[in-house]
Nanobody, 129 residues
Framework: QVQLVESGGGSVQAGGSLSLSCAAS????????MAWFRQAPGKEREGVAYIDISERPRYADSVKGRFTISKNNAQNTLYLQMNNLKPEDTAMYYC???????????????????????WGQGTQVTVSS
């Protein structure tokens, strides 16, 4: 059973940066498809960044060019570097993982909630103007 724990959230001014981490435990597979999602109050949960064994990330249009997803396989850790933050980025950020053995999700499936089996508890990101 994979468990995910996010960290690194906080409050920053617009234009600032934050780095989020997601530590995974109970890992038994060599490949997972993983993503970062976020959810603001009163809004649907939305995918923001995705990465798999190809290590060719995919991003939501709203964050492309500002956010960078990466992972350290040896440490079973997923990262999200967020630069040039905007007030609209304010949300609870969640990391998510597929079942073990996922090598790649088809384009268009990477931000489908049903593709992910494991979720972290979330870390709050607040961006002030």
């Amino acid at each position: 059973q994979v468990q995910l724990v996010e960290s690194g959230g906080g409050s920053v001014q617009a234009g600032g940066s934050l780095s989020l981490s997601c530590a995974a435990s109970g890992v038994t597979s060599s490949s997972y498809c993983m993503a970062w999602f976020r959810q603001a109050p009163g809004k649907e949960r939305e995918g923001v960044a995705y990465i798999d064994i190809s290590e060719r990330p995919r991003y939501a249009d709203s964050v492309k060019g500002r956010f960078t997803i990466s992972k350290n396989n040896a440490q079973n850790t997923l990262y999200l570097q967020m630069n040039n933050l905007k007030p609209e980025d304010t949300a609870m950020y969640y990391c998510a993982s597929s079942f073990g053995g996922c090598k790649r999700l088809p384009v268009g499936w990477e931000f489908q909630l049903s593709a992910y089996a494991y979720w972290g508890q979330g870390t709050q990101v607040t961006v002030s103007s």
